[in-house]
């Protein structure tokens, strides 16, 4: 691993920490009832910009390669005919993981001097894809999380939309499935499929989970996405990965601890473990807050206060829990904190 991708100032690689491979074999899961179709996205405003979005930073999260196929021009020609079709007064363009060299050297070929696309090779640096921060690098735009782009004319799409959007729109062919990326400790591997929208998780995961563990399950993933209980919870356009992880809360003590007698568990029991004042949490946000001084109001009731030092710029990319060594749960906080305000 190279030096500067083992830091976390303003982010963290989470593809080199936690490297995953996939399964290369693709399933295909049909739903049980009539599949639903692949909603094309309905424009009120004029789009002058259009971001596509081609810089995953989870290792959980849909891979490239699975809609590019390794066939980066077909891709590109797809967006050129959507541009065309749809977005003709519209800017596009293409941000592009720098882990992907030939697919940026290649849409860099491909865009030549044209004035309508431009190509963008970014650090897959995690939360480096979230909106606000696309927005801001590729546009130099400021947008609130949380907040839709398109009265500003921004569209941001992942490389699937733009698959259905050309398959649907232009080559007239209804979409009723999606490609998702299924990962997870509690799996026996970790796989992409290929599931008809309506399918629900439950059906998803037959088969898959590891027999004997307790599991939990992530629609989008550990950090930014929702843990779920009930897996009749069917797959719409949204969902691009499920993350089942073992639950673990035993600690796995040194050999000469005698780890059968002693049952130490991570569970809490009384009181919380301290805020030890590392500024992990500080340095790792990607937009410059500062988690720990949100939990220490917080812990003395200044929920209120705690507002007041630019809280609504977190993006909630989940990061200073993540990084915290108390294993606080700063983002659960800032999230509560931030919910006062829509309430009053
Ligand atoms: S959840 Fe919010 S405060 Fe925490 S690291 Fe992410 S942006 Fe910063
Ligand atoms: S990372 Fe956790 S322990 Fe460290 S300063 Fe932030 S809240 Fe405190």
Redesign the pocket.
């Known amino acids: 691993m190279k030096k500067e991708t083992m830091g976390f100032k303003g982010g963290f690689h989470l593809l080199d920490a936690y490297p995953l491979s996939v399964c290369n074999i693709i399933d295909e899961i049909s739903s049980d009832s009539t599949p639903e179709t692949f909603q094309f996205p309905v424009f009120g405003q004029k789009i002058k910009h259009v971001i596509v979005n081609l810089c995953p930073t989870e290792p959980w999260a849909l891979p490239n390669w699975v809609i590019l196929k390794h066939k980066t021009i077909v891709f590109l020609n797809m967006i050129k005919e959507i541009q065309k079709t749809y977005f003709s007064d519209a800017r596009l363009y293409l941000a592009i993981t720098e882990k992907e060299d030939r697919v940026v050297e290649e849409a860099r070929n491909f865009a030549g001097g044209e004035d309508w696309i431009r190509v963008f090779s970014l650090s897959a640096k995690y939360p480096q894809d979230d909106p606000v921060i696309l927005t801001k690098i590729v546009l130099g735009m400021d947008v609130n999380f949380g907040q839709d782009t398109k009265p500003f004319g921004i569209l941001i799409l992942d490389p699937q939309t733009i698959s259905a959007m050309h398959e649907q729109g232009i080559m007239r062919k209804d979409v009723t499935s999606r490609y998702l990326a299924l990962s997870g400790t509690g799996l026996r591997e970790n796989e992409i499929i290929h599931v008809e929208l309506g399918t629900s998780v439950e059906k998803i995961l037959k088969n898959k989970v590891r027999e004997a563990v307790t599991f939990r399950v992530f629609i989008n993933g550990p950090l930014r996405g929702k843990e779920i209980t009930d897996f009749s919870q069917k797959i719409d356009w949204s969902v691009n990965n499920i993350v089942v992880l073992e639950e673990k809360n035993r600690k796995a003590l040194f050999p000469m601890f005698k780890a059968d007698e002693l049952a130490f568990t991570t569970n809490l029991i009384g009181e919380s473990r301290r805020c030890v004042y590392c500024n992990f949490c500080d340095d790792?946000?990607?937009?410059d807050?500062e988690?720990a001084l949100y939990y220490h109001s917080y812990v003395r009731g200044e929920k209120h206060k705690a507002r007041l030092y630019n809280m609504g710029k977190?993006?909630?990319?989940?990061?200073?829990s993540f990084i915290c060594p108390s294993k606080l749960e700063?983002?659960k906080i800032?999230i509560e904190c931030k919910a006062l305000g829509k309430h009053e």
Do not use: A, Y
């Open positions: 790792i946000c990607p937009v807050l988690p977190c993006i909630e990319c989940g990061l200073c700063l983002q800032i």
